[in-house]
Every structure is written in C-alpha cells, then in structure tokens.
C-alpha cells in the first residue's frame, strides 16, 4: 500500500463531508475488494523511457501526483468512493512483466465493475493499460485509443519494445484496435512515422490544429471515432503540453497544448458512454519547476475522476 504520509493535506472540518478532500475520502484497498468504485494505481516505470533514450524522472510521479491530489477538494456525493489500489513497481528491466502485472490490476477491476485511473510512469504504463482493458473485452470487441500526445509513439520495436513503440505493438497484433491521437508536433515525429501513421490507419490532429477556440472540429472527430467502438480508453502523455506549462516531462516541447485544451479533451472522452478507464504518463519530477506539472497532473486526474463520477 502506499504510505499513509502521501494522502495528507489540509482538514477543514472532521465531520462536515462537504468540506472534505481526497484524503480525507480515499480507501486503500486490495485490489480484489475495489468494486464499484473509481481506483488509482500507480505505475513506477520508466524503463521504456530509459530504453527510448529519454529523461528519466517519470517513475517518481504516481506518489507525487497524488500528494497533489490530495489536497484537491471532494465535490462528489457522499456515496461515491474512490480508493487506492498502491502501485506496480518495476524491477530493473523487467518492464514487460511490469506491463502485465498492471493488465492483471486493470482486468480485475474492470471485471469488479470499477473504473482504473492508472498514473504513470513512463507512456510504456499505456501498453500494460491496454493489455488488461482487452483481456477484459475479450479478443472480438472493438476497442478504440484516444491518446492525447506529441507523439505517435509508433516506433520498430524489433530488437526491445520502449516507450516509443506502443501503439505499434498493438495495431500490429490487434485487428480490433482503432487509434486516434490528438496534438501531434509537425517536427516532434520524422516523416517516415507519418508514412507509418497512414500505413497503420492512425487518426490524427495536428497540435497547430487544436487553438483555444477552434476545437469543435476535434470534439465531433472525437465523438464520432468514440461511437463506432464497443469501448474507448484514454491516455495522455503530458509532453504534448507546451514546456511554459509542463516544464516536468520526458520530452519537454515549446509549441505543445495550452492545459485548458488538454483539460476539454479529457472531460469530452471521459464523459463519454463507452470510455472506461484513463491513464497519465511522463511526468517528471526530478526535471519539475516548483511542482507545476505534478501539480498539473493531479488536476487532470481530477477531471477524469469528475467526469467517471458523473456517469456513475
């Protein structure tokens, strides 16, 4: 379990749950007694960035996170529960195993009637989400990725799968699986990744595409990709902010989304019938600048906790 001094956080009142945070509402429990319920489990990974030749940092954030987290108020109804299922530790290399051990978490709490907010951890956490969202659905159902990213993350993965070669992985070997990924850099993929993005089918908006304003577009592309799937999951890999906002990332860029973009996204996909389970990757600590993007990430965890609550 995680340690108790990471759920900490100011206490306005004892009794009046309207005056209550996270802290003071979440469960730890066994993964195996979260039913019914929204439940976070951390992924201490970033062995797929070290692969990718990245910045390493990002195994620090599911704690981190949710120490920002915690001091978030709790705007839910009293009956609504949210707990805390620990975190997934990677051993050394051992990222693989790691990436099938949080299949197992995710699965059994699909299969309890639970929502899973995974906080990464490297975006190699999205590969393991996957695994347990389709060993739940079974091999025939059609399950559409929404991922809000700068990058395809659709790289060769020949000699050793990375952070880099997910959505590869999968369209590869799942006839099932639709991609949709929103806020790619122009300059942040090579052309032979585009060529590879129409080869495989990918659906994709620009991040030049996606101004403050201009995103119905986006949202009717997003609604109709989502209804023509039997579930939709989500991830965000938070280097496709722009750095002013998201100086702690892996790969941190100058021209990435504004939060608010991220932020209507997020509430548009998970707001949504079919979306089942949501996950938050490459926030860095070590490279972070007075806790913005720790911070940052836990509010957006905030919206994915608002928006599943809702349809609860």
């Given at each position: 379990m995680v340690s108790e001094t990471i759920w900490t956080g100011r206490i306005d009142d004892t009794e009046d749950f309207t005056a209550f945070r996270y802290h003071q509402v979440v469960e730890e429990l066994d993964v195996r007694e979260a039913v019914d319920v929204c439940a976070v489990v951390g992924f201490e990974c970033e062995e797929g960035v070290r692969r990718n030749k990245g910045r390493l940092g990002a195994a620090q954030a599911p704690n981190a996170i949710r120490s920002e987290l915690a001091k978030l108020p709790w705007r839910f109804q009293e009956h609504k529960r949210f707990v805390d299922v620990g975190n997934i530790t990677c051993r050394g290399e051992e990222m693989e195993a790691a990436q099938q051990q949080l299949g197992d978490i995710v699965k059994t709490l699909l299969a309890n009637g639970s929502t899973p907010i995974i906080i990464g951890g490297g975006h190699e956490t999205l590969y393991g989400h996957y695994v347990g969202v389709r060993e739940f659905l079974g091999k025939g159902a059609s399950l559409g990725i929404v991922n809000i990213d700068a990058h395809f993350d659709l790289r060769p993965y020949?000699?050793?799968?990375?952070?880099?070669?997910?959505?590869?992985?999968?369209?590869?070997?799942d006839a099932h699986v639709a991609y949709f990924v929103a806020g790619i850099q122009r300059y942040g993929n090579t052309e032979e990744l585009f060529n590879r993005a129409d080869a495989l089918g990918v659906t994709y908006v620009h991040e030049d595409e996606m101004m403050p304003g201009q995103l119905g577009q986006l949202m009717n592309a997003l609604d109709a990709f989502m209804d023509k799937h039997d579930a939709v999951l989500l991830t965000l890999c938070t280097d496709v902010l722009n750095a002013a906002y998201a100086p702690g990332v892996s790969a941190p860029s100058p021209f990435g989304l504004e939060p608010t973009t991220v932020r209507e996204i997020i509430r548009k996909v998970v707001g949504h019938e079919k979306t089942c389970s949501f996950d938050i990757c490459e926030v860095n600590p070590s490279l972070d600048e007075n806790n913005r993007t720790v911070k940052l990430g836990a509010h957006f965890v905030n919206e994915a906790v608002a928006g599943f609550m809702r349809k609860q």
């Open positions: 020949d000699e050793q799968t990375s952070s880099g070669t997910m959505f590869r992985q999968i369209l590869e070997h």
